[in-house]
């Protein structure tokens, strides 16, 4: 199977495998999709994070410390 563009392609694809999958391959795709869930879940965590912290509120302060 050639590599998909995106991950949620890859997870498509992978979940048609499962679903015609034999005895025998059926435990190997199933951890390929695992691993590529956990790979997902991953980048949206990092998305998250970067969107979070780029929100104005979590801006490092620009005044000293005491100078009120």
């Not at 956990?38 to 005044?63: G, K, Q, V």
């Amino acid at each position: 199977m050639p590599p998909a563009r995106r991950i949620e392609d890859r997870i498509r694809a992978l979940c048609t495998r499962v679903a015609s999958a034999d005895e025998h391959d059926l435990v190997k795709v199933l951890c390929e999709l695992q691993s590529t869930i956990h790979e997902y879940t991953r980048r949206a965590e990092n998305r998250i994070s970067a969107s979070i912290l780029s929100w104005r509120a979590f801006r490092p302060e620009r005044r000293k410390a005491g100078s009120y």
